[in-house]
T-cell receptor, first 110, second 114 residues
Framework: LAKTTQPISMDSYEGQEVNITCSHNNIATNDYITWYQQFPSQGPRFIIQGYKTKVTNEVASLFIPADRKSSTLSLPRVSLSDTAVYYCLVGEGGFQKLVFGTGTRLLVSP | DSGVTQTPKHLITATGQRVTLRCSPRSGDLSVYWYQQSLDQGLQFLIQYYNGEERAKGNILERFSAQQFPDLHSELNLSSLELGDSALYFC?????????????FGQGTRLTVV
């Protein structure tokens, strides 16, 4: 099971771009990298998933270097409502345990 | 709305009691996951089922058990409850138990043990 390491917390201001990096040195060949967002007292919500290079959707981008030992979630122009905990997960392939780490607590200020 | 339904939303019970939490996955999803989240703590993976069979187990206590029924709904049974079992319990579902599928989470059941 690939262990992930993320910063415990990050601060930003409205309108800025936020990049959250996750380290996963032991990622396996068939592992995917997935990011979830969680607001207080709510269930996590899928943000984005990727395997290699770059993935972009309507809310975020995910950058994965060639060695796949890390990944960066990029949130463009954050707003106050982006204040949440962001989790990086690395799937172990096959039956997925979906093990969440400690996550990164992002605080967006006016 | 994720499509995953958890009942009840809130539950207050006394130590030593037993409770059952229920989860109805999204239509078409075969895989169900259970998580425990204590106050200001991370999500602890408990157990996963796929099409009625247990497929992965995390740090689930022996006092806890779960099952997935033929209609794919799942129940998490917590017995001999202790104060430390007070937490939010989340259920998630996905169409397949593989690493490239998105999991959808319910709104959780908040259990308070007094």
């Amino acid at each position: 099971l690939a262990k992930t390491t993320q910063p415990i917390s990050m601060d930003s201001y409205e309108g800025q771009e936020v990049n959250i990096t996750c380290s996963h040195n032991n990622i396996a060949t068939n592992d995917y990298i997935t990011w979830y967002q969680q607001f207080p007292s709510q269930g996590p919500r899928f943000i984005i998933q990727g395997y290699k290079t770059k993935v972009t959707n309507e809310v975020a981008s995910l950058f994965i270097p060639a060695d796949r030992k890390s990944s960066t979630l990029s949130l463009p122009r954050v707003s106050l409502s982006d204040t949440a905990v962001y989790y990086c997960l690395v799937g172990e392939g096959g039956f997925q345990k979906l093990v969440f780490g400690t996550g990164t607590r992002l605080l967006v200020s006016p | 709305d994720s499509g995953v339904t958890q009942t009840p939303k809130h539950l207050i019970t006394a130590t030593g009691q037993r409770v059952t939490l229920r989860c109805s996955p999204r239509s078409g999803d075969l895989s169900v996951y259970w998580y425990q989240q204590s106050l200001d703590q991370g999500l602890q993976f408990l157990i996963q089922y796929y099409n009625g069979e247990e497929r992965a187990k995390g740090n689930i206590l022996e006092r806890f058990s779960a099952q997935q029924f033929p209609d794919l709904h799942s129940e998490l049974n917590l017995s001999s409850l202790e104060l430390g079992d007070s937490a939010l319990y989340f259920c998630a579902s996905s169409v397949a138990p593989s690493a490239d599928t998105e999991a959808f989470f319910g709104q959780g059941t908040r259990l308070t043990v007094v």
